[in-house]
C-alpha cells in the first residue's frame, strides 16, 4: 500500500446540531430557517415552519448514519454521531480512519434550495456558516468548510461570498438545480463568480435527494426513494457541467475553480465527448465558447470519487482526466463506507496506477481549496 504522507478526504460531511438554527441564528428567523425538530421519536426536517413529510424509512437521521437506512430503522436527530458535529470528535475518526484533512459539505442544509423567502435564506446561510467557521477553527490546519450562500436573491448571495474569506471557508456552494428561473451561466452571477475569483474561493455543485427544486427527479421520481437517489445527483450533474462550460461562466473567470461532487466519475469521459461534439457540429450556438468542453474541464474543473469507483477512475485516466479528481469519505452518511473508507479506495488507488494516490488524496484537492 502506497499511503500518501498526507491523505485529504475532499467529501466529508457534518451533521448540524440544533445551536446553529437556534445560538447562530438571530431570535426573529429561528421559527423560519431550515431545522430539525424532535416530536416524541421521531425527527423533522421544518422549512420556513412548515413540516417536510419524508419517505418511510428515509428521514433526516436515517440519511445522515452509516447503514441508517437499513429496514427496521427508527432514529431520531439525537443518534446522529459525535463525529459528524463536534469537531473534537471529527478528529478521532479521521484519525482512525487515516485522514488526515478534510473538507466538509452540508448535509441537512443542501436542502437550503427549498427555502422561498430570500431574507430566511440569507439568514440560514449565514447561521450556517458562521457554525462551518467556529467549527473549522478548532483545528485550522485539518479541518476545511464550503459555505453555502442564498441563489435566492443574487444580490443577498454576493454579499454572504463577500464574508466567506474572513470566516475562514474555502469556498461556497450552489446546488445543481436552478434556483427560481436563476441559470448560473446568467450574467447576474457573474458578481459571484468575481468573488470567487477575488478571494480565490473555489465553487462547489453538490446536490442532494429529498429536494422540493424542480428538477428532472422530482419532476418524474417522487414516488420512490431508489428512483430519487439514483438520478438526483448525476442528472443533475450532468446539466449543471453544461451550464458551466457551455454556457460560458469558465471562459469568463479562466481562473475560477469548479467541482461537481457526490456523483460518480464514470458520466465525465463520455459527456465530455458528447460536449465536444456538439462544440464541434453546432458551436455557432454557443459563440462564446472559446474552448473544447474537454479542454475547459481539464483546466478548471474537478469530480469526486468514492471509494470502490476504480472503473470510473480507469476511464478518468485515460482520459488525461486524473488532475480532476478528488476522493471523498462521505462520511457520516447512511450509504457511506465506514469504518475502512480510505482503506478501501487505496486498493483502488493502488490497482490504478503508481502516484494516483498521491494525486487524488494530495495534490488535487489541495489545488481545489487553494491551500
Known amino acids: 500500500m502506497t499511503r ?10 457534518i451533521c448540524e446540531p440544533e445551536l446553529v438554527w437556534t445560538e447562530y441564528t438571530e431570535s426573529k428567523y429561528r421559527d423560519q430557517v431550515l431545522q430539525i425538530r424532535t416530536e416524541g421519536n421521531e425527527s423533522y426536517l421544518y422549512i420556513e415552519g412548515d413540516e417536510r413529510h419524508a419517505r418511510a424509512g428515509t428521514g433526516p437521521a436515517a440519511a445522515c448514519i452509516p447503514g441508517g437506512m437499513a429496514p427496521g430503522k427508527e432514529l431520531t436527530w439525537a443518534d446522529i454521531l459525535p463525529g459528524s458535529y463536534d469537531p473534537h470528535e471529527r478528529i478521532k475518526v479521521m484519525e482512525a480512519e487515516q485522514i488526515d484533512q478534510a473538507l466538509f459539505f452540508p448535509s441537512i442544509h443542501l436542502l437550503w434550495g427549498d427555502v422561498k423567502d430570500p431574507k430566511v435564506a440569507a439568514e440560514t446561510c449565514r447561521a450556517y456558516n458562521n457554525w462551518m467557521s467556529d467549527f473549522c477553527k478548532v483545528a485550522p490546519e485539518k479541518l476545511f468548510g464550503m459555505a453555502i450562500v442564498p441563489l435566492q436573491d443574487i444580490e443577498l448571495a454576493v454579499a454572504e461570498a463577500k464574508r466567506l474569506k474572513a470566516l475562514g471557508l474555502r469556498g461556497f456552494l450552489s446546488r445543481p438545480e436552478r434556483f427560481g428561473e436563476l441559470a448560473l451561466y446568467d450574467p447576474a452571477c457573474d458578481a459571484l463568480w468575481q468573488v470567487a475569483v477575488d478571494d480565490d474561493l473555489a465553487v462547489g455543485i453538490h446536490g442532494s435527494f ?6 428532472f427527479s422530482t419532476g418524474r421520481y417522487r414516488e420512490n426513494v431508489f428512483y430519487d437517489h439514483m438520478i438526483a445527483h448525476p442528472f443533475g450533474q450532468m446539466a449543471v457541467v453544461m451550464d458551466m462550460i457551455a454556457g460560458g461562466v469558465l471562459d469568463r473567470f479562466p481562473k475560477l475553480r469548479v467541482g461537481f461532487f457526490e456523483s460518480g466519475l464514470g458520466w465525465i469521459p463520455y459527456w465530455l465527448d458528447r460536449l465536444d461534439e456538439h462544440f464541434e457540429v453546432m458551436g455557432h450556438h454557443t459563440p462564446w465558447l472559446k474552448r473544447k468542453p474537454s479542454e475547459v474541464f481539464a483546466e478548471q474543473c ?11 477512475l480507469s476511464w478518468m485516466l485515460d482520459k488525461g482526466l486524473g488532475h480532476c479528481i478528488l476522493w471523498g469519505s462521505d462520511y457520516p452518511h447512511f450509504d457511506s463506507t465506514y469504518p475502512g473508507a480510505y482503506l478501501e479506495a487505496q486498493s483502488t488507488f493502488d490497482a490504478a496506477g503508481e502516484h494516483v494516490a498521491e494525486q487524488v488524496v494530495f495534490e488535487n484537492p489541495k489545488r481545489f481549496m487553494g491551500t
Open 302 to 312: 474537478f469530480v469526486s470519487m468514492e471509494a470502490d469507483e476504480g472503473k470510473g
Open 210 to 215: 429529498g429536494s422540493k427544486m424542480q428538477s
Open 4 to 13: 500518501p504522507a498526507t491523505v485529504i478526504d475532499g467529501d466529508g460531511h
